[in-house]
């Protein structure tokens, strides 16, 4: 009995009849005498199988005698028959075919050439050996294939085809190639399944398919990795247990709408020379983008981030890649994902995103705008170090915080904005943007910090500030650095225990020219109110004037509120309040002072104004006019050597009248001619008449001395009234200066 082992030649035993007929004849021929004995002994004929075509068309058998060959040696055969190594096969047709032997020997087609195979509906149950294999068409549609599949180096000249079908072992074409479509919609992979650089020449369709590796503990179920995608790439809606496809290309367009990972997806070091689709892609294990090139536009719009149960690792990275088209992450939820030094080329969009866990972005580039309209951040967002090339927007952000306690919840530390910064309504718990520039205008209008923030900018453009128009800001520290200094507007804000601080001590004394008090709120934080108290210098040096900002050249900026006499005053009734508040009264004395004189203001814009009623603009001129008289004569109380010196003084006001006004003005101390004031008896009378103005002003009544005319009597009237008025503005102004 002749015996076959792994494709090597037949040779006849020493006792073999027949070895003489064979002498001289081909080693084909001697090897087909041999099959022809094993068939009579065992009743399988392989050598039918091991012909050439030409031999197959001498003899006269055709492509169906070849297919009835195959089976009868997949069901009948043993090792040696099945090992069909470097044969060169038509056409096998095993549609609905059951394939299945008498042992579990695989079919060996290792170096084989078929002109295609197709077994739609088929079920095979036996290994299948196709290392280095060269198949035309492979079809294999709806059917169940229970073993091992092994393509690794086969070329597939035509298409490959797999519609529903069902492997239930190991499938792997390491380094095929696949020349043809290929078409494994709707089918399960139940084990393992590697194409580790395979090349596919013609489109990939994988919709719906399932890549499954239950039993595989090494967390690589399906490898695509250094595969080669030349033409479309198809994975809508597939579903994945661990896989790699590191260092894959895709040439054209790839879709992975709607695929899942249940297990880790690696993506590392992958190109999309093409449109790359994830949206509402579901990852449910660990996952990496990292140093992929993204050569188009990228969508993961909806795509959800979930991670696996490792704590130290990240759930998603993208780190290092590079995306030269335009990012879309709408709607995308991450858990824990770093974003470390990627570059977006195009434009980049995090609308209503969610981040569940640690957001991390430092030393991203963004070249092109960059939007993260109404993102969530439940934990740490760090965004240290980044680059901002044009505009970013984090409108309506929310950046809430995590339970790292010695990290800040939003870090922009290092960061660089080179076009405007839109943070308008964001939510913040705590902001670190120490060692940040600006190029343009930076909006935190509306937004707020509900713990605190640490601010130390650089101004790049001469024209860019600050703009926290309506924030709120509980507490913190805005740090102005040695040079390039910017400006903060603050109008209608909410102002806590914020301390405002300088690089020097000279420079300083100028730091409140660099934030502008419009209307803004000092007490609404309990227990946070801001102190003036540290800014007495500057506002000693500067009459206490808070309200003026210091504009560039040139600079027409488009603030909330214009600065009129009215807002002026409210803006120092807040800031007066607020220093009552802490308990410093010599502040908050005097920024009422600065409030009543633009309290006058405002009444005077009324008297001027000819579409206001006349008794509205009389009662403005009284109220103006009051004013007025308390900032002259003690300064609103806050001036008691001044209004110490009126009350003294304030009789020599009436001294001239009553000298030289004539008889409505005479007294019992006479008068005198203006020309003879200086001489000895003018100076008596003079010296007289102001002994009667100080004895009227404080009523004492000697009674030598008298009023003779008629306007000598309402004045003489008139100063003790005055003295009482003025003796109870000493007295206020005293208790005020007190109480400081």
């Known amino acids: 009995m002749t015996d076959r082992r792994h494709g090597g030649a037949d040779e006849p035993s020493s006792g073999d009849a027949g070895a003489d007929e064979v002498d001289g004849a081909s080693a084909g021929a001697a090897a087909e005498v041999m099959r022809a004995d094993r068939a009579a002994t065992d009743g399988v004929d392989a050598s039918v199988l091991h012909l050439s075509p030409e031999e197959r068309a001498e003899r006269g058998i055709d492509d169906d005698e070849v297919t009835e060959a195959f089976l009868e040696v997949a069901r009948r055969g043993d090792a040696a028959d099945k090992d069909l190594r470097g044969v060169t096969l038509p056409a096998l047709d095993l549609d609905r075919q059951t394939v299945e032997g008498t042992d579990r020997h695989p079919i060996d087609l290792r170096d084989a050439t078929i002109e295609s195979l197709s077994a739609t509906f088929a079920t095979i149950r036996l290994p299948v050996h196709l290392e280095g294999a060269t198949v035309g068409d492979l079809t294999l549609d709806e059917s169940h294939v229970e073993e091992a599949l092994l393509g690794d180096g086969a070329t597939v000249t ?64 399906t490898s695509f990795t250094g595969a080669a995608f030349e033409a479309g790439a198809d994975f809508r809606q597939a579903s994945f247990g661990f896989t790699h496809f590191e260092r894959a290309t895709f040439a054209t367009e790839s879709d992975f709408q709607e695929a899942a990972f249940d297990g880790d997806a690696e993506f590392d070091e992958v190109v999309f020379e093409g449109f790359a689709d994830f949206d509402e892609g579901r990852f449910d294990g660990d996952t990496g983008f990292a140093d992929v090139e993204f050569r188009a536009d990228a969508d993961f719009r909806g795509a959800t981030f979930s991670g696996g149960e490792r704590a130290l690792d990240e759930d998603a990275t993208f780190a290092r890649s590079t995306f030269a088209g335009e990012a879309d992450f709408q709607h995308a939820r991450f858990r824990y994902v770093t974003f470390e030094a990627v570059t977006f080329s195009g434009q980049v969009h995090f609308e209503e995103a969610t981040f569940t866990a640690d957001a991390d972005f430092p030393s991203v580039h963004f070249e092109a705008e960059a939007d993260f309209d109404e993102s969530r951040f439940n934990e740490d967002a760090d965004f240290s170090a980044a680059e901002f090339a044009d505009r970013c927007v984090f409108r309506g952000a929310e950046f809430t915080g995590g339970a790292n306690f010695l990290e800040d919840d939003l870090s922009f530390e290092g960061a660089h904005f080179g076009d405007d910064a839109d943070f308008h309504n964001a939510e913040i718990t705590s902001a670190n943007f120490e060692g940040t520039s600006f190029g343009g205008e930076i909006d935190f209008s509306g937004a707020v910090f509900s713990d605190r923030i640490d601010f130390e900018a650089t101004q790049v453009a001469d024209d860019a500030f600050v703009d926290f128009t309506r924030a709120k800001i509980k507490s913190g520290r805005i740090a102005q650095p040695a040079e390039k200094w910017v400006r903060y507007d603050l109008t209608l804000a909410s102002l806590g225990d914020v301390e405002l601080v300088a690089a020097t001590d000279e420079d300083h004394r100028r730091l409140l020219d660099f934030f502008r008090f419009c209307r803004t709120e000092f007490t609404e934080f309990d227990g946070h109110e801001f102190d003036f108290s540290g800014h007495r210098q500057y506002l000693d040096r500067n009459a206490w004037a808070i309200h003026e900002f210091h504009e560039p050249p040139g600079a027409d900026p488009d603030y909330a509120l214009e600065m009129t006499p009215e807002v002026i005053e409210t803006t120092y009734l807040k800031a007066k309040q607020s220093a009552a508040a802490v308990g410093d009264m010599k502040v908050a004395g005097e920024f009422r002072v600065k409030r009543q004189q633009f309290s006058r203001k405002e009444n005077l814009s009324v008297v001027r104004d000819s579409s206001a009623p006349l008794w509205t603009r009389v009662k403005n001129l009284g109220r103006a006019t009051e004013n007025y008289f308390l900032g002259v004569t003690c300064g609103h109380g806050m001036r008691p050597i001044r209004i110490g010196f009126s009350f003294l003084l304030a009789p020599l006001l009436y001294v001239p009248l009553y000298a030289f006004g004539g008889s409505p003005f005479r007294t019992a101390a006479g008068q005198v001619a203006p020309s003879e004031a200086l001489t000895p008896e003018g100076l008596a009378t003079l010296f007289d008449v102001a002994r009667f103005s100080y004895v009227s002003y404080t009523t004492i009544g000697y009674g030598f001395l008298g009023p003779e005319g008629r306007a000598a009597e309402v004045f003489a009237a008139s100063e003790a009234y005055l003295s009482v008025v003025l003796s109870a503005l000493l007295v206020y102004a005293l208790v005020k200066r007190s109480e400081m």
């Open 158 to 221: 035509g298409d490959f085809e797999a519609f529903e079908a069902h492997f239930a072992g190991d499938v792997e074409f390491e380094g095929a190639t696949f020349e043809g479509r290929v078409d494994v919609d709707e089918a399960t992979f139940a084990n393992d399944v590697s194409f580790d650089g395979a090349t596919f020449a013609g489109e990939v369709e994988a919709r719906a398919a399932e890549f499954y590796g239950d039993s595989n503990l090494l967390d690589d179920n």
